[in-house]
């Protein structure tokens, strides 16, 4: 598992594979550390129907008081919450808020360039390729997200804006 421990005020980069890849800044009132950790449960390069892609699933989690700067994909991501509420603000093109299983999903709403949702337990996003966004954990609990993510081999799992 990977682990990152953010100062206050500090920017990191999440890299190293397939998954939350952003840039997180933290604020905390204690000049304690916020902390993100991502792991990476599985992977495969080259799915069928997908040559020169990477499919990868991924843990993220976002302790309370963290920020995730500005950042798009280079592919697809389905970041679905488990538990905590996650702040997700659109800042170009739009994502699609859904809920429910994934062979039966429902659409809770797109999220235009400019909206912010709150993304609860059981939701899901779908972010497109050049997406912008960010997102933060305003809460007491942890944000536990688990992600699918399918770029282009070699691709950074995010880039900063």
Do not use: C
Request: aromatic fraction near 4%; glycine fraction near 12%; avoid cysteine.
């Amino acid at each position: 598992m990977k682990r990152l421990v953010l100062p206050v005020a500090g920017l990191a980069l999440l890299a190293g594979g397939f998954g939350a890849g952003i840039a997180a800044s933290a604020h905390a009132s204690d000049d304690a550390p916020v902390t993100v950790t991502r792991q990476s449960w599985a992977e495969t390069r080259s799915p069928t129907g997908a040559p020169g892609r990477t499919l990868g699933l991924s843990r993220v989690v976002v302790m309370p008081g963290a920020v995730l700067a500005s950042h798009h994909h280079p592919g697809t991501q389905l970041g679905y919450v488990a538990e905590g509420v996650l702040t997700y603000t659109v800042e170009t093109k739009s994502a699609k808020l859904m809920k429910g299983p994934g062979d039966d999903p429902t659409l809770v709403r797109t999220v235009r360039a400019g909206q912010t949702v709150k993304v609860r337990p059981g939701q899901w996003l779908v972010e497109q390729q050049g997406e912008v966004h960010h997102a933060a954990n305003a809460g007491d609990v942890p944000v536990v997200i688990y992600l699918s993510t399918l770029f282009r081999t070699g691709s950074p799992a995010a880039i900063s804006d």
